[in-house]
């Protein structure tokens, strides 16, 4: 989903959602869970006390199963510990937004916490050349717009992962350019 917000024909801004989507707290759940019953598993058949109810991980042999175990469930629980923060964090989210009043364009991201949390670009509207869309189905969809600048560069204007519906992307798409006074490129 995307939101568009047009201010008197002369702000163009839409927001970009980031990590915080079904599909990440369903999976960062999912690998912490499973991570942490892996651990209990391979430290019940260490220690022979029974830690998982509905299971019984007291009759694993310690070495190899038990190691092999507590290994993976460390990996898992690491990931979802990892997944959990990028969404507590919201990485990825941010706005577009394109102002014909002061003649710029302005691209906000969240990153990780640091130095450089915050990811500003600004670019001037007289340097923009045209909006390109980007679309490759199959396994691994990608449907993309980006803005293509006159030297050449390319910023990628929509969200990472879910790809855009074709209606949206076209829509989007669309209302950008006819607002810049731009050209529509196909990648």
């Keep these: 989903m995307f939101e568009r917000i047009l201010f008197c024909n002369m702000v163009y801004k839409n927001l970009i959602q980031g990590s915080r989507r079904f599909s990440n707290y369903w999976w960062a759940t999912t690998i912490l869970l499973g991570g942490l019953g892996f651990v209990l598993s391979g430290l019940s058949s ?11 991980p007291t009759d ?13 469930g460390t990996i ?7 997944l959990w923060m990028t969404i507590i964090w919201d990485i990825g989210s941010g706005y577009n937004e394109f102002n014909k009043q002061n003649g710029k364009a302005v691209i906000v991201r ?3 916490p640091g130095k450089n949390r915050n990811i500003v ?3 001037n509207l007289e340097d923009i050349q045209s909006v390109s869309i980007y679309l490759r189905d199959g ?8 803005l293509k600048l006159k030297n050449q560069a390319e910023i990628p204007l929509t969200r990472v992962g879910e790809p855009l519906t074709l209606n949206e992307l076209e829509t989007q798409a669309i209302e950008l350019a006819k607002f810049l006074n731009v050209n529509i490129e196909n990648k």
């Design 60 to 72: 694993l042999l310690f070495i190899p199963q038990g190691v092999v175990m507590t290994f993976y």
């Design 121 to 123: 670009l600004n670019y």
């Design 76 to 82: 898992g629980i690491c990931i979802g510990i990892f």
């Design 46 to 56: 260490y220690s022979k006390i029974n830690l998982i109810p509905f299971a019984k």
């Design 139 to 146: 396994l691994n969809p990608k449907r993309q717009i980006y």
């Design 110 to 112: 969240q990153g990780f």
